[in-house]
């Protein structure tokens, strides 16, 4: 269930316990049936590690400067595709829910956002934390400075690619119904 004054799913530690329960019973039951599952897991892995750097980068660039901060600004959460990404590339999901919280001034942001920037690593953020790039950003990366947006692109579009498959096969394979 939703928070209903966020819309973030699973925020209660009982949900996340029980989202927790429902992987590793499916990783048990189909174990071999999975690979498919963890190499598209990996692939979009190795693709999130292509574009760390540049993205770290970019962000350094851009953010320190920023009067609109997006993780400030924005409601982030896991969803379900990042679920299954995360807890098939790392064997586990995160210890919880991405959630809003307050700063002592009273301003809302993400529980992972501090002074310097994201506490998650590339790999381990929701997708939307690396193919959103706020105006700036996108100015930046059309004039080439330090991201090729057609490498960026292309990326982009191969992870979503992979994410889109491989829910898909989770969800077949977790219904008993293998492809």
Not at 118 to 126: A, D, F, G, Q, T
Request: net charge positive.
């Amino acid at each position: 269930m939703a928070d209903p004054a966020t819309g973030i799913p699973w925020q209660g530690a009982k949900e996340w316990q029980s989202l927790t329960l429902f992987f590793d019973t499916i990783k048990k039951v189909h174990t071999t049936a999975l690979d498919p599952v963890h190499r598209h897991a990996g692939a979009i892995r190795q693709l999130f590690e292509s574009l760390s750097r540049p993205m770290d980068d970019l962000c350094a660039a851009t953010c320190v400067t920023c009067r609109d901060i997006c993780c400030q600004r924005a409601t982030i959460w896991y969803d379900f595709k990042d679920l299954v990404y995360l807890y098939f590339a790392f064997d586990r999901l995160p210890e919880t829910q991405i959630t809003k919280i307050k700063d002592a001034t009273g301003k809302t942001h993400c529980s992972h956002f501090s002074t310097v920037g994201c506490r998650l690593s590339r790999l381990e953020r929701p997708f939307v934390c690396t193919w959103y790039l706020c105006p700036d950003q996108k100015l930046r990366v059309v004039s080439d400075k330090g991201i090729n947006s057609e490498v960026f692109s292309d990326t982009i579009n191969q992870i979503k690619r992979l994410r889109s498959e491989m829910v898909s096969r989770f969800c077949l394979i977790s219904a008993g119904k293998q492809d």
